[in-house]
Structure formats: C-alpha cells, structure tokens
C-alpha cells in the first residue's frame, strides 16, 4: 500500500506553520542583508525529486549508479557558474558558504597555518578566523581591521600584519562592510608575501555577477560565495579558483567535508546561474546599488548616523547610539512591526556582540520586489518611525503602534508582488 498524502493532510501543523511564513515573507519590509526571494522556478527545483538521489563524487566519477541525470544537471550547474563569473573551475557541491570556506582553507593552507583576515567587529564573518568558529580554532588566525576616522578598510594595517606574520592565505570580502573591496590592492599584498588570495562574496556575488561590483576571480587563487543573499538562488555554496588549484578544492570539498551534493539544491543553483546569466539581471544589481543609495540619503536626511557615511553596494549600517537604544532592542521592536532587519555591531563598537549598537539594512529582496531608488524615502520612514516609538519607551513599542506600521507596511507592499510567493 503506498502512503503518499499532501503536505496538509500528512502534517497540517508544519503546513501551517509554512504558510505562515509565505504570508510573513509577503507583508514584511525584509531588509536583513544576507536574504532575498527566490523566483518561483528555483523553488520548484529545490523540490525536485533529485533530493531522493544520492551522488558521491563528481560526474564521471561517482560511487553509485543511476547518475544518468545527476552528472549532466552537476555539469550545468558548473558550466553556468563558469560563464557568470569567468571562471576556469566551479565546485557546486557545497552545501553553504561557511562549508565553502572551510573546504578553501583546507585545500591551500595546513592545518595550523596561520591565515589572515578582517575581523568580525569589523565587518568580517565568523569563518575568515575568528576565534569562535573552527577557523580560528584550528588555523593561526591573525586579524585586520578599519580605521577609526572613517571605518574603511585599512589597508596599510593589512600590509603591516601580512609582513609581519606571513600569512598562507589572506581572506577579502565581509559580511557587514558598505564600501568597496580593491581586490587588486588584495592580491598585491598577497604576492609580496607568497599568500594565497581567497575572497568571500557570500553578500555581493550577484552585483559582481550583475557588473554593479568588481569582480576578485582575476586577482584571486579561489573565490567562495553563499548562492543566496543578492544572487537570488537556493540555500547553498559555490567555489571557484584557478584551475591549478581544481584538484585540491574539489578534494577538500568531497571527501574532505562532505558526502554526497543536495542534487535538489543543485538543480536550483543551476537555474539561479541561469537567472544571472540574463541581461535583466544586470539592471537588477545597478538597481541594489541605486536602491542603497537612496535609502542612505533618506536616513540621512532624518539625522541618522551611518558607517562609512553611506554605500556603494547593496547593505547599510545604521549606527543607533544617538538613540540611546541598542540595535538588538530596536531591530526586535521593529519586527513586531513588519519590518524585518538585524542587530549588529559597528566598528569600534562600545556594546557587546549580542546587544549591539547597530542594525544591518540590506537592499537586495526589497530589488527583486520592484521598489525602486523613489520608494526609498518610504522605506527610510517607516523605519525611522519605529525606531523612535522604540526610542521614546526604553525600546518597547505598545501593540497598538506596532499593529499599525505593519499594517501600513502591508498596504505600501501590495502593488509589489514578492517573487515565488505571489502564485
């Protein structure tokens, strides 16, 4: 007898629970940095029947059978990837960045090697060796930062440390810094100190993709990124390097870390690429970066202090301390409201990491909903409006306001249908 019910009569709990979510992600203002909407075809490919497949290896070199379908969906994938970013190779079996990275570290440097790389406070991730994360546990992890007159990258300071301590590897790339990244000033300090060049682009991979950002695969031995955030595919990793490096990547990546690739997820990553290799999508990634602008100009207009000054690619920090509330406090206070971003700290920052004095405002699913660089000023209110309620009672807002604004928010959301969720 086969036993093959609907998700709702099999489990109505979680399919309620999923529909909640459908609704939560349609009538929210979802600003955290590291999200975004996944078309409707990347959600029907993570679905796929592929999820049911085992596929240890790589195509033409597998440890099981029945690999007539999985090789050449594993080839497209790869092949996509290539041409997004021009590439010589592509790993698309990892199963998200912080797994990417590792499999970088164990490939080029030694276990016990010592790495370099920004440090969190500063607006690094927790795997480019800080001392949490088993990066900074089993690797010798030395740490840059930004200056203090304007928070951007210090560049001399990276220079010193790599002479100093003759890194194997040098990480480039962040996950809360609004600036620029010179890969070619990374890559040079690199060569004089014999360290391989890795950059993370977990949070900017789709304006490198869209040309909105320079792209780091010329200066770098490998490149490492989520498939989400602005590239608006699937959960998951991809690495790519240097064809001299193909060999010890993949090994790291398969048997290294993992067994066998989500398939499922695969496949949605192969449709994403497909997605990024479209013209349009490079009016997609100006238009992040436009949106960004915008937003920056409108908080300061309203008195908001933000790092560096503003952006120029798809995040903001917003530096909360002249609120006298913290970003954690007023980033809980306006989710209650329907306006969904994060707490994080700013450099230099006085508070402490799970209370910090920041939130992170990123532009890229607000862009694929179709709010333009004119809805901005918008946005920048609402958000304004639900820090100073917050602000005005110790960081509480009464239910009645926060019913409100998300009421509103759902009503200025309406003409802008949320990708894969409007069907």
Not at 86 to 95: I, K, L, R, S
Not at 204 to 230: E, F, N, Q
Request: aromatic share 6%.
């Amino acid at each position: 007898m086969t036993f093959d019910p609907a998700l709702q009569d099999a489990d109505p709990e979680v399919s309620d629970l999923i529909a909640r979510e459908d609704t939560r992600q349609r009538d929210s203002l979802r600003l955290i940095a590291s999200e975004n909407y996944a078309s409707r075809a990347v959600l029907e490919a993570s679905a796929a029947s592929l999820t049911n497949k085992y596929a240890e290896g790589y195509p033409g070199r597998r440890y099981y059978e029945g690999m007539d379908v999985i090789d050449p969906l594993e080839a497209l994938a790869i092949d996509r990837a290539k041409a997004i970013f021009g590439a010589e190779h592509a790993n698309v079996q990892p199963y998200s960045g912080s797994p990417a990275n590792l499999a970088a570290l164990l490939a080029l440097v030694e276990p016990g090697g010592t790495i370099l790389g920004m440090s969190l406070p500063a607006g690094g991730h927790l795997t480019h060796g800080w001392k949490v994360s088993a990066t900074g546990i089993y690797y010798n992890a030395v740490q840059y930062g930004v200056r203090e007159s304007d928070h951007r990258l210090d560049m001399d300071q990276v220079r010193a440390l790599a002479k100093e301590h003759a890194p194997k590897l040098i990480w480039c790339g962040h996950s809360a810094y609004p600036r620029t990244v010179d890969f070619a000033a990374f890559a040079e300090i690199a060569n004089e100190v014999g360290a391989h060049l890795v950059a993370d682009i977990a949070h900017i991979a789709g304006l490198v993709a869209g040309g909105a950002h320079p792209s780091p695969v010329p200066h770098a031995a490998a490149v490492t990124t989520t498939t989400h955030k602005t590239l608006r595919g699937p959960r998951g990793g991809l690495i790519l390097c240097k064809q001299e490096h193909a060999k010890a990547i993949d090994k790291a990546v398969f048997p290294g870390l993992q067994g066998g690739p989500h398939n499922h997820t695969t496949a949605a990553k192969a449709v994403a690429f497909k997605e990024a290799l479209d013209p349009s999508f490079k009016d997609y990634a100006a238009q992040i970066v436009t949106n960004a602008k915008a937003l920056g100009e409108a908080f300061l207009a309203r008195d908001h202090a933000l790092i560096t000054g503003g952006t120029d690619n798809h995040l903001l920090l917003l530096d909360l301390t002249a609120t006298g509330i913290s970003g954690r406090v007023a980033a809980k206070a306006l989710n209650g409201c329907g306006i969904e971003l994060n707490g994080n700290s700013i450099p230099f920052d006085k508070r402490k990491p799970f209370d910090p004095s920041g939130v992170r405002i990123g532009l890229a699913a607000l862009t694929s909903r179709g709010l333009a660089a004119e809805h901005m000023d918008a946005v920048a209110g609402f958000i304004d409006e639900g820090i100073r309620e917050a602000a005005k009672h110790d960081g509480a807002v009464s239910d009645a306001f926060a019913t409100s604004l998300a009421g509103r928010v759902r009503e200025y959301l309406q003409p802008f249908p949320a990708p894969g969720l409007s069907h």
